[in-house]
């Protein structure tokens, strides 16, 4: 067995100096020692933490303070947990084995010393100590690397998302900042004004990048509907209405994405950002609270954000126009809540166009 | 000089130099340490005085030289004076005493022909 000893430093307290140099002297080829010649200067050198001990051997009978104090004063800062203690001890008194190892030490060894008992005792006691502590730095280092693979996994994950749908928006020769627009827009509403209570940070940020594929049904629309520039005829529209349905239809037909909480909110509102707080909107003319807030807030974001961009078939409106249409109800019908909330952070939403200039 | 005179008075020298990892002049260096060693005396001090508290702490410190330097009759009669005087049996602390006075002294001797 090969041990690394490079550095490895014993802490002997005995008042008796051959006791020391007996000990220091069994040990030199494989540890140095440092002394203390009483308790309380031996407490001090371990608690004071300058110098790291690999195990210390404590004298029972001491003047200033015998080993059992200094036990009992180790015992309140668990050091004994960290660092091996042996009593070396000529008492054979059960009472004070059974303190001693009630107090936390490794062993008991008997005065006068033998040496290659001593030995084994406590070079076995040092190794374990010292396997136990290089296994939990390993098996830290191990819990880092795997939070930093999960980390890039959830990066790796949102960056896929988001190039699905932007994808999907460059199709319809939109930018591709409309996406990161409906997130930011989405996440504002929902962590800046009180529509998002009861919500935690984590769901909150499912909820806007689940708001990332909200068109992702687009991608079954056909070119001639879809890049028209002209008015949609009746039946064309009524094909056009079919990118909720068809959204979720495609986010259900992906098992991986079926097991996160982002496909629930994905799922919801891909079918109903569309979906009119009076009823009328569709696929399911669900009424008022009947759809979820996140389908409401994302179609706010959606309505919003077509308004102050340029589209193939419009140009940009102002925000000032755009907040006037949708509080005159010219885009859309939503709950007075929603509203309420808009108006309130929309100054802060503005900011959000600064970051993704359009090109 | 040499270890070995110390065996004619029960002092087993394979121990003492197993217990100094056969280092000899560090075990020497501590058998001579024995002349300017008074606890002995302190000892007898505290007989004189019925210091119990100090006989026990004396006789405590010598056990521990005895035992170290492997003079076994001293360590034995240590040992039995320690326990003797924690059960307030002073009168067979005495006896154990007049013993180790004898020996004490014969190693002195030794120690300083050794010298």
Redesign the interface.
């Given at each position: 067995m090969v041990i690394e000893n490079e550095g490895k430093k014993l802490l002997i307290i005995d008042d008796?100096e051959?006791?020391r140099?007996?000990l220091a002297?069994?040990f030199?080829d494989v540890y140095e020692s440092d002394f203390a010649s009483d308790g309380e200067e031996g407490l001090k050198m371990i608690v004071d933490g300058q110098q790291q001990y690999c195990a210390i051997l404590l004298d029972v009978?001491m003047p200033k303070m015998n080993g059992i104090t200094v036990l009992e004063e180790l015992k309140k800062d668990e050091i004994a947990s960290q660092v091996p203690i042996f009593l070396i001890t000529?008492e054979r008194s059960n009472d004070i084995m059974r303190k001693g190892y009630e107090l936390g030490v490794m062993d008991i060894i008997e005065?006068?010393?033998?040496?290659y008992v001593i030995r084994r005792r406590i070079m076995s006691v040092v190794e374990l100590f010292e396997s136990r502590k290089r296994l939990a730095r390993r098996v830290e280092y191990q819990n880092w690397e795997l939070l930093e693979k999960a980390k890039e996994i959830i990066a790796l994950n949102e960056g896929l998302i988001e190039a699905l749908a932007t994808a999907i928006e460059f199709r319809d020769g939109e930018s591709g900042h409309h996406v990161k627009r409906i997130h930011d827009i989405t996440h504002c509403l929902l962590s800046q004004t009180s529509l998002g209570n009861g919500l935690t940070a984590k769901e909150i940020d499912d909820i806007s990048l689940a708001s990332i594929m909200h068109d992702v049904g687009k991608i079954a629309i056909p070119d001639a509907i879809l890049c028209k520039p002209g008015k949609l005829t009746a039946e064309e529209y009524a094909i056009m209405k079919e990118h909720t349905v068809k959204g979720a239809e495609l986010l259900q037909s992906i098992p991986v994405l079926k097991n996160t909480k982002v496909y629930e909110y994905a799922f919801d509102i891909a079918r109903h950002h569309h979906e009119r707080y009076d009823g009328k909107g569709y696929p399911d003319g669900l009424k008022g609270e009947q759809i979820s807030l996140w389908a409401q807030v994302v179609s706010l974001a959606d309505v919003y954000d077509a308004l102050c961009s340029k589209r193939i078939y419009k140009k940009a409106f102002s925000f000032d126009d755009a907040v006037r249409m949708i509080i005159n109800g010219e885009c859309g019908i939503f709950s007075p809540d929603l509203l309420k909330a808009f108006l309130q952070i929309e100054p802060d939403i503005r900011k959000i166009y600064d970051k993704y200039e359009e090109v | 000089m040499s270890l070995e005179r110390l065996a004619s008075i029960g002092v087993d020298v394979d121990e003492a130099m197993?217990?100094?990892?056969n280092?000899e002049m560090?075990c020497i260096k501590?058998f001579k340490?024995l002349l300017n060693d008074d606890n002995f005396a302190l000892l007898q001090e505290a007989f004189k005085t019925y210091d119990l508290d100090n006989a026990i702490?004396y006789a405590?410190?010598l056990?521990?030289?005895c035992?170290?330097l492997?003079i076994k009759p001293l360590?034995h009669i240590f040992d039995e004076m320690v326990k003797a005087l924690r059960d307030d049996d002073w009168e067979h602390a005495k006896k154990l005493d007049d013993q180790a006075k004898l020996i004490y002294e014969q190693l002195i001797t030794i120690i300083k022909m050794m010298a």
């Open positions: 008796d051959m006791n140099e007996i002297n069994i030199e009978m000529a005065k006068p010393v033998i040496p | 197993d217990r100094f990892m280092n560090m501590f340490k702490a405590h410190t056990k521990g030289v035992g170290n492997a360590y």
